[in-house]
């Protein structure tokens, strides 16, 4: 179990008498799992207000490695096999179409997998569910290495998404139990980081790894990839959510715990920025092979290049917004970078109808990946730090919403170049469009002037 220190607590008629001292207190642990007691020597003993604040630095790291590898294992599950799909075509002799819907059954398992663990992980605990549905994507994982025809290997996918949805909402419930007010901030942070870059990056990998192996060997890759996690969480993740929350009155059963986060204003104005934001990266997701190969003319590497440097946008902007949120409030930062990101994608219809060429939409397009970083860790911070005894509820409905959400929206480029091609303009269109809706979203429903400030 994992260490924790005492409060210090001493009235002042202690100091001025010379009474001997009453023995301490013993432990008296409250509904977080934290420890507050007097302790032997109450004038030196530290102030422990989560239990994670007792955890030692290098214990911090490893949770941070592991819980930052276990959210990534979603996204690396839907995107890693994204540049074999033309492979996959001539495989199987089937349609393109038919093969998009490979993700799309991807994206749906996984959704709804979140929607089943999270409340799950608040009722019987954080660890039964991650390993077991670990498990299930190990399984599913290798079904689809070995799959014969395109249907089992659509059925294997379904569930591989289910099987990683684990990952990235028990991570955020145990960050959640551990952590509370600005080191939450620090902490969701890392794991924003890692949502964030990893859909980027997993396309990449995914490529790098069909020059060394066949279709079959990516998914090979992920049984590993999984396997590697489960082992981990059953070695080296503790159970976090104490006994005494799993009862607690009023949130005992999954409508309950669903209604106490859907009945939070700020909580639906951060699901929809969230969601808007989302939609907004898998829109340039979705259609940047198109408009940088295919009309900008950019060569694999360097388009590659370009995923980089974007990706490094998002790290950049992450890293900067935990330390801003923590000193001016999440719901500040909000403000600014989504207004930035309404900015930004409107600027790239701009230089495009302008015919400025290539730079004119990389930079602003390297702005606005900057503001998706600045986004996502203060989505999670508002949704979490305001319900801790359904942590795993509220970050299965904020997954399941942003990658359902965006697997609707992001299509809407294609539809809407169907006739001319997808250019700059119509890939903005849409990015545009899921600005405002956040910034409508952050205004007019979340109200950052109403939004208590985080405690320490």
């Known amino acids: 179990m994992l260490d924790t220190a005492s409060v210090a607590v001493q009235r002042p008629e202690d100091l001025a008498s010379d009474a001997p001292k009453p023995a301490p207190e013993p432990p008296r642990p409250t509904s977080t799992g934290a420890i507050r007691t007097l302790g032997s020597n109450p004038a030196t003993a530290p102030i422990v207000l989560h239990p994670g604040d007792s955890i030692p630095t290098r214990k911090r790291v490893l949770y941070i ?24 075509e001539a495989e199987f002799d089937t349609t393109a179409a038919a093969i998009q819907l490979t993700l799309t059954g991807t994206m749906v398992g996984f959704a709804l997998g979140q929607l089943v663990v999270g409340p799950l ?16 994507h190990v ?31 028990v991570a955020a419930a145990i960050v959640r139990d551990l952590f509370g007010g600005r080191r939450l901030v620090v902490m969701l942070s890392r794991l924003a980081l890692v949502s964030g870059v990893a859909p980027v990056l997993a396309p990449l990998v995914g490529s790098a790894l069909l020059l060394v192996m066949p279709w079959r060997g990516v998914f090979a890759v992920l049984a590993v990839y999984g396997a590697v996690m489960l082992v981990s969480a059953l070695v080296f993740i503790p159970e976090t959510l104490p006994p005494a929350r799993r009862h ?8 309950q715990r669903y209604r106490s986060v859907l009945s939070d204003r700020v909580f639906l104005g951060v699901l929809i920025i969230g969601g808007m934001t989302f ?16 009309d900008y003319a950019l060569s694999p590497q360097e388009y590659g290049l370009m995923f980089a440097v974007n990706s490094f946008g998002v790290v950049l902007g992450v890293q900067t917004a935990s330390r801003l949120a923590a000193r001016f409030g999440p719901q500040w930062v909000l403000a600014w970078s989504t ?14 109808q302008l015919g400025l060429g290539l730079w004119g939409t ?28 359904a942590a795993g509820t509220a970050q299965s409905i904020i997954g399941a919403s942003n990658f359902g959400v965006a697997g609707l929206i992001s299509p809407l480029v294609g539809w809407i170049a169907r006739d001319a ?33 985080l405690t320490p």
Request: proline content about 5%; some cysteine.
């Open 248 to 255: 607690e009155r009023g949130a005992t059963t999954v409508w």
């Open 421 to 453: 091609g997808i250019t700059a303009t119509t890939m903005a269109s849409v990015m545009v469009g899921c600005a405002v809706i956040g910034v409508l979203a952050l205004w007019l429903i979340v109200r950052p002037r109403t939004v208590e400030r």
């Open 65 to 88: 490695i592991l819980l930052g590898a276990l959210t990534a294992l979603g996204p690396f599950t839907i995107d890693l096999y994204l540049p074999a799909f033309p492979v996959l």
């Open 362 to 389: 990389v930079v602003p397009l390297f702005v606005f990946m900057t503001a998706c970083g600045f986004t996502f860790p203060c989505v999670q911070v508002l949704a979490l730090d305001r319900h801790g005894k």
């Open 339 to 352: 207004a930035v990101l309404v900015i930004a994608a409107s600027a790239i219809i701009v230089t495009d």
């Open 139 to 169: 399984l599913a994982s290798t079904a689809a290495a070995f799959a014969p025809s395109l249907e089992l290997l659509s059925v294997s996918r379904v569930l591989m998404g289910a099987g990683a949805a684990a990952g990235g909402v």
């Open 279 to 294: 939609s907004g990266l898998f829109s340039y997701l979705s259609s940047s092979s198109f408009l940088f190969q295919l």
């Open 121 to 136: 992980s608040d009722k019987v605990g954080r660890r039964v569910p991650l390993l077991a549905v670990t498990a299930l």
